[in-house]
């Protein structure tokens, strides 16, 4: 039987983002959405990726700088291991097995609605229409996403496009792209994916996230192997010696 997911509490919201706003302080593009869609990238590759190997690609040197006290750093590391273990969880691969249809992954998105759009306008910042296309759910948290599997393209190869795995595979990665898809270029992508249907901005980041889950479960037969060990023979100890010496190997460089 499939377990509910868990979800991040208010506590550990909080946390991530006053560590995010710590980072933008030292000079890191970041924000608790596109660190959320990142970290969920590298919860869903096919290998485990531990934090120490993704934070200098996330952050460069800006994670040292702002965490220069070790206590800091490790509380702030404590923050990042939480996060990282919910997002696991959450894209458990048996539970995703168990339990296809289930909606487990619960993004950090901030909510856009057309009074924060007419705001931005407002104040000169952007058109409508400029608006409309930045200000948009999960557009920042796709691009963090994208940017880790940029960060990490040896662990997400893409297979044949040409196959049908291939056709799959880029649908699954396209509905997380499709977050980022000016206004015009969403609605053709929407018209061709889903002819005849009229998705809401909650459904189509909901689209999104199955297509990570099912990502996720195809790693399971697509995981990197294991490299290969070479086991040189061992040289007895009445065996020739093998540095051409004539003599036996207990009497030369195994003395």
């Not at 000169?124 to 599997?149: I, K, N, P």
């Not at 099912?214 to 040289?235: G, I, M, Q, S």
Request: contains cysteine.
């Amino acid at each position: 039987m499939s377990r509910a997911p868990r979800s991040a509490t208010e506590a550990q919201i909080d946390a991530l983002e006053k560590l995010c706003e710590r980072l933008a302080g030292f000079g890191a593009d970041t924000s608790l959405e596109w660190l959320d869609g990142y970290m969920t990238a590298i919860a869903a590759s096919r290998r485990a990726i531990a934090i120490d190997e993704w934070l200098p690609k996330a952050f460069g040197d800006a994670f040292e700088r702002t965490f220069a006290d070790p206590l800091d750093l490790e509380g702030a590391r404590a923050t990042l291991q939480t996060h990282a273990d919910l997002l696991a969880s959450q894209l458990d691969a048996e539970e995703l097995l168990d339990a296809p249809d289930n909606l487990r992954l619960a993004p950090l998105m901030a909510q856009y609605d057309d009074a924060a759009r007419a705001e931005m306008v407002a104040e000169g910042h952007a058109t409508e229409d400029e608006a409309r296309d930045l200000l948009q759910t999960g557009a920042l948290w796709s691009e963090g996403f994208q940017q880790a599997v940029e960060h990490f393209a040896d662990d997400w190869p893409e297979p044949d496009p040409e196959s049908d795995e291939g056709v799959w595979f880029d649908s699954c990665m396209m509905r997380v792209l499709a977050l980022t898809l000016p206004q015009k270029e969403l609605a053709e992508h929407l018209e061709a994916e889903y002819p005849g249907e009229t998705l809401e901005r909650d459904q189509i980041v909901d689209e999104a996230c199955f297509g990570i889950q099912d990502l996720r479960v195809y790693w399971l037969d697509h995981a990197p192997k294991p490299e290969t060990r070479r086991v040189e023979a061992k040289v007895g100890r009445n065996d020739p010696c093998p540095c051409g010496s004539g003599k036996k190997f207990k009497k030369c460089h195994g003395a």
